[in-house]
């Protein structure tokens, strides 16, 4: 049903990994909350870069 699509998808998501499209959409995001009030900027890139503790934790 998607196999033709997945070619697509592969070289959009690539695409979008060459000219750093995920780092741009990522900003927009968080200036979009941080606009309306739902979130800081600091605050959801440090809970981000958060690792849970414990035991193998990852």
Known sequence: ???RAWPTA???FAQ???ERGWARLYRV???ELGVRGRAGLVAVRDR?????GGK???
């Open 56 to 58: 193998g934790g990852h």
């Open 48 to 52: 981000l870069r958060q690792r849970p």
């Open 29 to 31: 995001v968080l200036y």
């Open 10 to 12: 592969y070289r959009r």
């Open 16 to 18: 979008w990994s060459r």
């Open 1 to 3: 049903m998607f196999g």
